[in-house]
Nanobody, 125 residues
Framework: QLQLVESGGGLVQPGGSLRLSCTAS????????VGWFRQAPGKEREGISC????????HYADSVKGRFAISRDNAKNAVYLEMNSLNAEDTGVYYC??????????????????WGPGTQVTVSS
């Protein structure tokens, strides 16, 4: 059974940092493009970062560019999202997802086939 699980969320003060982890079971994650998405209260789910399987190229939404970094650890079958300089607008549920059709990633939620249950990130003082 193919599963993704996110971890590392929590409560952090503005300006702080968190590292989210996405671990896979039932499949090898480095063969799939992986994306990170978030859903803020009352808003639609949006793509914020992704990493391709072909060449590990990365993409970021403008709202997180320069503050977030996505990476893979193939030995741990995991993808990480390092988040720095967090602010209140970063609050939401963060999801990782894997895409099975292509080798280059995109930030569209419609392209992803396997999703984790999400982890809550709250940025507040």
């Amino acid at each position: 059974q193919l599963q993704l699980v996110e971890s590392g969320g929590g409560l952090v003060q503005p300006g702080g940092s968190l590292r989210l982890s996405c671990t896979a079971s039932g499949f090898t994650l480095d063969s799939y493009p992986v994306g990170w998405f978030r859903q803020a209260p009352g808003k639609e789910r949006e793509g914020i970062s992704c990493i391709s399987s072909r060449d590990n190229s990365t993409h970021y939404a403008d709202s997180v560019k320069g503050r977030f970094a996505i990476s893979r650890d193939n030995a741990k079958n995991a993808v990480y999202l390092e988040m720095n300089s967090l602010n209140a607008e970063d609050t939401g549920v963060y999801y990782c997802a894997a895409e099975s059709m292509w080798s280059l990633c995109v930030l569209s939620i419609h392209d992803y086939d396997y999703w984790g249950p999400g982890t809550q990130v709250t940025v507040s003082s």
